[in-house]
């Protein structure tokens, strides 16, 4: 069964600090792996999208590993801010479906306190 | 910021009613979906369609019903809301993304339809 688990479900940390979400998939055959930034009451928004001959990708102070032959992800934030705060999501697209179908996680919700 | 459109974004009926999610997209997008979420939970694929008069049933059973007979527009209906019915419906559409030698699927979600039922 194609899976994608993250830890940890929830974290609070303060304004300035940085912090690391992890991903650990078993969706098979991979194609790309996405985080996403989900709002309260709002749509998820991607922030990065990696395939498997990719390793790393940033996009400004969110930076996403990949380690396809463990099968893991992470998010790293710098510098965090309060607008940070939202639920991020781990999302895995397998190679076999045309309709590109996501499998998502359930999300680490992120509190940035100031 | 993608150009898609949900509406209502708080519904908020009483058992029994009907009801219709609007969901339009003016990126001439041909793929679009329904999601459902409930809080702290992962999205599950409720509804998708490769294009006009196309419509399949995702992973997640649902007594809903959709229709597309507008490239735009995807609307998700329920004949008579109950309260297990009650949670976040998110409306997506996608393109298919070139990148490098491969190319991917990149999905554009609205800003969701929070529904209650009383």
């Known amino acids: 069964k194609n899976q994608v688990e993250q830890s940890p479900q929830s974290l609070i940390i303060l304004e300035g600090k940085n912090c690391t979400l992890q991903c650990n998939y078993t969706v098979s055959p991979f194609s790309n792996l996405r985080w996403y930034k989900q709002d309260t009451g709002r749509g998820p928004v991607s922030l990065t999208i990696m395939t498997f001959s990719e390793n790393t990708k940033s996009n400004g102070r969110y930076t996403a590993t990949l380690d396809a032959d463990t099968k893991q992800s992470s998010l790293h934030i710098t510098a965090s801010q309060l607008s940070d705060s939202a639920s991020y999501i781990c999302v895995v697209t397998d190679r076999g479906s045309t309709l590109g179908r996501l499998y998502f996680g359930r999300g680490t919700q992120l509190t940035v306190w100031p | 910021e993608a150009d898609i459109y949900q509406t209502p974004r708080y519904l908020v009926i009483g058992t029994g009613k009907k009801i219709t999610l609007e969901c339009s997209q003016t990126m001439g997008h041909d793929k679009m979906y329904w999601y459902q979420q409930d809080p702290g939970m992962e999205l599950h694929l409720i509804h998708y369609s490769y294009g006009v008069n196309s419509t399949e049933k995702g992973d997640l059973s649902s007594e809903s019903t959709v229709s597309r007979i507008r490239t735009e527009h995807f609307p998700l209906t329920l004949e008579s809301a109950r309260p297990s019915h009650t949670s976040q419906y998110l409306c997506?559409?996608?393109?298919?993304?070139?990148?490098?030698?491969?190319?991917?699927?990149?999905?554009?979600f609205g800003p969701g339809t929070r529904l209650t039922v009383l």
């Open positions: 997506a559409s996608s393109e298919n993304i070139p990148s490098g030698r491969f190319s991917y699927n990149e999905q554009f």
